[in-house]
């Protein structure tokens, strides 16, 4: 039998945002907020730092918080 995988959001026109993790040790995470497709939630140590819009500003974030740190 041969298994056949498909892509669930064919369908949709924009995919949905998964989220990622960065850092040395994954201290940092990018993760989908509920009801929206775009917009991600920055979190830190266990901390939500901030909401961003899109991924690319998730990054920026991302980026900018861990020179401070």
């Known amino acids: 039998m041969k298994l056949i995988q498909h892509k669930s959001d064919i369908l949709e ?3 949905r945002e998964l ?3 960065v850092g040395k040790n994954m201290e940092y995470g990018a993760v989908p907020l509920a009801g929206s497709n ?3 939630v ?3 140590n266990g901390e939500i730092l901030k909401t961003c ?3 690319n ?3 920026v ?3 900018k918080h ?3 740190k």
């Open 13 to 15: 026109p924009r995919p």
């Open 19 to 21: 989220g990622f993790t």
């Open 38 to 40: 775009t917009k991600l």
């Open 42 to 44: 920055i979190i830190h």
């Open 53 to 55: 819009r899109n991924r």
């Open 57 to 59: 500003a998730a990054i």
């Open 61 to 63: 974030f991302i980026k």
């Open 66 to 68: 861990s020179k401070t």
